[in-house]
């Protein structure tokens, strides 16, 4: 039998309808619409100030190369760290496991700077020692964050001989010179030549010299290093260390060709960017990111510094920075006495609670770190968590044996519930939206608890509840607030019985507590003390169930529910509530006693005859206001002996009107 062609041209022993391709776009839309549908995130860019679509440089289209400023390694890690590192590590991860490309991300940690070495001598310790202690504690504080490890972490200190080739070659294209042992960028030299410009982001603050001197660096004498200089815009590319007064250290330095030195600070990004990830390119980065407070100079030199080794003219294509943090409405300041540490900051709240702050707000915009910021948070990781338990023990009360048929109420839900995944990807693609996100998925745990309280005309149906949950679940696993592979929740009480573990291991704990309750409930209903069994019954839910994770809710008519919780976050709940208790005690003794001071001075007030109310009014020196007075003690003249004018005297009239009534309900009381 001969073999027939099919509809898309291949050969076949049996012929088949034809197969026609769907359309990568619909009819009505043409090849314009065809970029933003293939790639719709759009990113806030620096270099331009606006939202720009986003088209990493790898011809497949998937790999991204993202250099992070990491942390100068001077002192404990703080909140403003937390703020930015959490930031950016929302938006990585949703660029790998939401947008799915693979993201190379390089960090760096400074470790050689003046702010290190000043504060090792204040310490009277080795500069590295410091910097090692405060780059292990950084570490740590992003891991209990849960921030991912980079792909690379670099050091300065272990890139200063790359760094002295880097600076040499800066020299050799004619863009940075020698001056007195150390070595400048050339600003002016660079803005000549052809297609580059300085600075890029923030060229109004070109001349800001406050900000340029920060630049170079805490140890730096300016006013010595501006004769060295051909112009205030240039800034050091190699500093160089004299020898030290007699009985002194002399500061770290390392060999180079214009004598001992250090690298300057922005030369250290550069280079580290350079080791890291100019081999798997041609130099260039996809991504740079940052605090707003290292726009200018210290982003605006390292591109110049690159653009001139590289001989580019756009070194980075997207500069990304994150907004200030404030607490309570200050800037983070010691002085302020306002410095909050991460692990200050994680004995109060927990991770996770600290990454919902974080991504309440817009990655760059400011945000507050304060009670009513974090009593917000609260309240939503709250309405996220009873939504988990409460689908759960939804879930344990329908069979998966029940109706499982669809019915208006159910197109109804998965319509929205699609409608919800689109709104969703909008907003991750207009700049990472996160609290637009967020506000998204509680208005779909609203819509799933609504519907799962419908049981007319019929249950409702179990796999479409699981399925919002699930997708809930998988996003917040996206924003990095699920550990684990919890299939529904935040996964705190997965693995509480894992692992292996034997039945004694799994039931002993839960057994010592009911056999503690048994005898304390015996002990009680022996003794005729009702009261104690309520006692031992609040215990049991709010202390011994609480350490074993168990959350027991109260159900009136309906008895009682369990839920399987994080101890620590049962515990951590509870303190809040007590703190929260205290706090409106407290509230209510304030107002008690300020509602039983101004009854004091009423009562006090009304036991004076109007007749003396005004004898005792002094002026502004203490001095007797009134001069003379009438029989019933209204002010006649002034102390200088001046009239009191008409509309004084009404006004006092009034008063000792008011006064009279007040004075004769109190004498009338004492009858």
Same mark, same amino acid.
């Given at each position: 039998m001969a073999e027939k062609q099919n509809g898309a041209g291949a050969a076949c022993s049996v012929c088949l309808p034809p197969w026609r391709m769907p359309p990568p776009l619909p009819a009505q839309r043409g090849l314009l619409d065809f970029f933003p549908a293939t790639k719709p995130l759009k990113i806030r860019n620096s270099l331009t100030r606006t939202k720009v679509p986003f088209v990493p440089m790898d011809p497949n289209g998937r790999r991204v190369l993202w250099y992070q400023c990491g942390p100068t390694v001077y002192d404990k890690s703080h909140m403003g760290h937390a703020s930015t590192y959490v930031r950016f590590d929302a938006l990585r991860r949703i660029l790998e496991d939401y947008f799915d490309y693979e993201v190379v991300l390089c960090m760096n940690i400074t470790d050689i700077d003046d702010k290190i070495i000043k504060r090792s001598k204040e310490a009277g310790v080795e500069f590295r020692e410091l910097?090692?202690?405060?780059?292990?504690?950084?570490?740590?504080?992003?891991?209990?964050?849960?921030?991912?490890?980079?792909?690379?972490?670099?050091?300065?200190?272990?890139?200063?001989?790359?760094?002295?080739?880097?600076?040499?070659k800066i020299i050799e294209n004619g863009l940075a010179y020698e001056s007195n042992g150390s070595v400048y960028f050339d600003t002016q030299a660079f803005r000549a030549r052809s297609g580059h410009a300085y600075p890029k982001m923030q060229p109004e603050m070109a001349d800001n010299s406050e900000l340029l001197a920060e630049g170079e660096g805490v140890l730096t004498d300016v006013s010595k290093g501006a004769q060295d200089k051909r112009s205030a815009s240039d800034f050091a590319l190699w500093?160089?260390?004299?020898?030290?007064?007699?009985?002194?250290?002399?500061?770290?330095?390392?060999?180079?060709?214009?004598?001992?030195?250090?690298?300057?600070?922005?030369?250290?990004?550069?280079?580290?960017?350079?080791?890291?990830?100019?081999?798997?390119?041609?130099?260039?980065?996809?991504?740079?990111?940052?605090?707003?407070?290292?726009?200018?100079?210290?982003?605006?030199?390292?591109?110049?510094?690159?653009?001139?080794?590289?001989?580019?003219?756009?070194?980075?294509?997207?500069?990304?920075?994150?907004?200030?943090?404030?607490?309570?409405?200050?800037?983070?300041?010691?002085?302020?006495?306002?410095?909050?540490?991460?692990?200050?900051?994680?004995?109060?709240?927990?991770?996770?609670?600290?990454?919902?702050?974080?991504l309440?707000?817009?990655?760059?915009?400011?945000?507050?770190?304060?009670?009513?910021?974090?009593?917000?948070?609260?309240?939503?990781e709250r309405t996220f968590v009873e939504f988990f338990h409460n689908v759960k023990a939804t879930l344990r009360a329908l069979p998966a044996t029940g109706p499982q048929f669809w019915r208006q109420k159910e197109i109804a839900f998965e319509s929205a519930l699609l409608a919800i995944k689109q709104q969703v990807h909008d907003a991750l693609c207009d700049d990472f939206d996160t609290p637009t996100v967020l506000q998204i998925l509680l208005r779909l745990v609203r819509i799933t608890n609504v519907y799962s309280k419908v049981f007319e005309p019929a249950p409702p149906v179990p796999l479409i509840i699981k399925e919002s949950a699930r997708y809930i679940t998988k996003m917040f696993r996206v924003f990095g607030l699920v550990e684990g592979d919890a299939d529904m929740g935040f996964g705190s009480e997965a693995g509480a019985a894992g692992g292996g573990a034997s039945r004694e291991e799994t039931l002993g704990p839960l057994l010592d507590v009911l056999t503690a309750f048994r005898e304390k409930v015996r002990a009680a209903a022996r003794s005729g003390d009702s009261a104690e069994v309520l006692s031992a019954c609040d215990a049991l839910r709010d202390v011994d169930l609480v350490e074993l994770g168990v959350r027991?809710?109260?159900?009136?008519?309906?008895?009682?529910?369990? #839920?399987?919780?994080?101890?620590? $976050?049962?515990? !951590?709940?509870?303190? &809040?509530?007590?703190?929260?208790?205290?706090?409106? %005690?407290?509230?209510?003794?304030?107002?008690?006693?300020?509602?039983?001071? #101004?009854?004091?001075?009423?009562? $006090?007030?009304? !036991?004076?005859?109007? &007749?003396?109310?005004?004898?005792?009014?002094?002026? %502004?020196?203490?001095?007797?206001?009134?001069?003379?007075?009438?029989?019933?003690?209204?002010?006649?003249?002034? $102390?200088?002996?001046?009239?009191?004018?008409?509309?004084?005297?009404?006004?006092?009239?009034?008063?000792?009107?008011?006064?009279?009534?007040?004075?004769?309900?109190?004498?009338?009381?004492?009858?």
């Open positions: 910097a090692a202690e405060h780059e292990q504690g950084f570490l740590d504080d992003m891991r209990r964050l849960n921030v991912r490890e980079p792909t690379v972490l670099t050091r300065v200190s272990e890139c200063v001989p790359e760094i002295v080739e880097y600076v040499q500093k160089k260390v004299p020898e030290a007064p007699e009985g002194e250290v002399r500061d770290p330095s390392w060999p180079s060709p214009w004598g001992d030195g250090r690298p300057g600070w922005h030369i250290e990004c550069s280079v580290m960017s350079s080791c890291a990830l100019g081999a798997l390119g041609d130099g260039r980065i996809d991504i740079h990111s940052g605090g707003v407070d290292l726009v200018f100079p210290h982003h605006d030199n390292e591109m110049a510094q690159s653009e001139a080794y590289y001989g580019c003219r756009q070194w980075v294509n997207y500069f990304v920075h994150s907004g200030h943090l404030h607490i309570k409405g200050f800037k983070m300041s010691k002085s302020l006495k306002n410095f909050i540490t991460i692990g200050a900051a994680l004995e109060e709240q927990s991770s996770r609670q600290l990454r919902f702050l974080f309440k707000h817009r990655y760059n915009q400011p945000m507050d770190y304060g009670d009513a910021t974090m009593q917000g948070v609260l309240d939503m027991l809710e109260d159900a009136g008519a309906g008895g009682a529910r369990w #839920k399987l919780d994080d101890p620590e $976050a049962l515990k !951590r709940e509870l303190e &809040q509530r007590e703190q929260e208790r205290l706090r409106r %005690e407290a509230e209510k003794a304030r107002a008690k006693e300020e509602k039983a001071r #101004k009854d004091a001075e009423k009562a $006090a007030k009304a !036991r004076m005859p109007p &007749q003396d109310l005004f004898k005792a009014d002094v002026d %502004e020196q203490g001095n007797p206001k009134w001069g003379s007075f009438d029989d019933d003690g209204l002010p006649l003249t002034l $102390a200088s002996g001046e009239p009191v004018s008409k509309g004084q005297g009404k006004k006092l009239k009034k008063l000792w009107t008011a006064q009279q009534k007040l004075h004769s309900k109190y004498l009338q009381s004492q009858e």
